[in-house]
T-cell receptor, first 112, second 110 residues
C-alpha cells in the first residue's frame, strides 16, 4: 500500500512565522496535492504538482508556496503564518490523473 | 470552489440499517469518487465510478451515477458502528484534479 506521511500531526505556530509542512510518499506517484479542510467548507485545493519541479496553483494559493525538489517529497510553505491559516492540512498523492487519491493523516495547524 | 454538494449534511441511523447519501455536481466530469474520513484523520478512498458507468458495487457499498441529473448516491448496506465517519464525494475535472464537497456526517448507533 502507498503510504503518505505528513511530518507533524499537530503544530502550533505564532503569527508571522514561516511554517513548513512536509509530505513524503513511498511509492512512485507522479501527482501530489495539498488541501486545507475547514468545517462547512470541505476540502479546498491549495497547490498541486504533476512532476518534479512542477507546481500549479489550486483554488486558494494566496499566502502559500510549495516546493518539490524530489519526486517523493512535496512541501507546503506558509510564508508568514496568519490566524486565518489555522486549519487541517491534508496531503494526497495519485499515480495518474483521474485516479483515486491516497491521503496522509493530516496536520492540524494552529496559528496563535 | 466546491463542485460536489452532499445531502444530507448529517445522518443518524442504527446498526443494521442502510445509509444513503447523495451528491450533486455542476459541470461535466471524468469520474466521481467517494471518500470516508474518520474523525480528525485523513480521507480514505472508497470507490470510483467513471462517467460512462451507471452503478458500481464494492462490498457493502453501492454507488450510482446519473450524469443527466449530475448526481450520484452512495448506499451503505447493513451499517455498523465502524461506519461512523464523514463521507465526501469528489469530482475529477478535465485536468484530473479533485473537487470535494463539504461531506455528510454519518453516525451509526449500536
Amino acid at each position: 500500500d502507498v503510504k503518505v506521511t505528513q511530518s507533524s500531526r499537530y503544530l502550533v505556530k505564532r503569527t508571522g512565522e514561516k511554517v513548513f509542512l512536509e509530505c513524503v510518499q513511498d511509492m512512485d506517484h507522479e501527482n501530489m496535492f495539498w488541501y486545507r479542510q475547514d468545517p462547512g467548507l470541505g476540502l479546498r485545493l491549495i497547490y498541486f504538482s504533476y512532476d518534479v519541479k512542477m507546481k500549479e496553483k489550486g483554488d486558494i494559493p494566496e499566502g502559500y508556496s510549495v516546493s518539490r525538489e524530489k519526486k517523493e517529497r512535496f512541501s507546503l510553505i506558509l510564508e508568514s503564518a496568519s490566524t486565518n491559516q489555522t486549519s487541517m492540512y491534508l496531503c494526497a498523492t495519485s499515480p495518474e490523473a483521474w485516479d483515486g487519491y491516497t491521503f496522509g493523516s493530516g496536520t492540524r495547524l494552529t496559528v496563535v | 470552489s466546491q463542485q460536489g454538494e452532499e445531502d444530507p449534511q448529517a445522518l443518524s441511523i442504527q446498526e443494521g440499517e442502510n445509509a444513503t447519501m447523495n451528491c450533486s455536481y455542476k459541470t461535466s466530469i471524468n469520474n466521481l469518487q467517494w471518500y470516508r474520513q474518520n474523525s480528525g484523520r485523513g480521507l480514505v478512498h472508497l470507490i470510483l465510478i467513471r462517467s460512462n458507468e451507471r452503478e458500481k458495487h464494492s462490498g457493502r457499498l453501492r454507488v450510482t451515477l446519473d450524469t443527466s441529473k449530475k448526481s450520484s448516491s452512495l448506499l451503505i448496506t447493513a451499517s455498523r458502528a465502524a461506519d461512523t465517519a464523514s463521507y465526501f464525494c469528489a469530482t475529477a475535472d478535465s485536468w484530473g484534479k479533485l473537487q470535494f464537497g463539504a461531506g455528510t456526517q454519518v453516525v451509526v448507533t449500536p
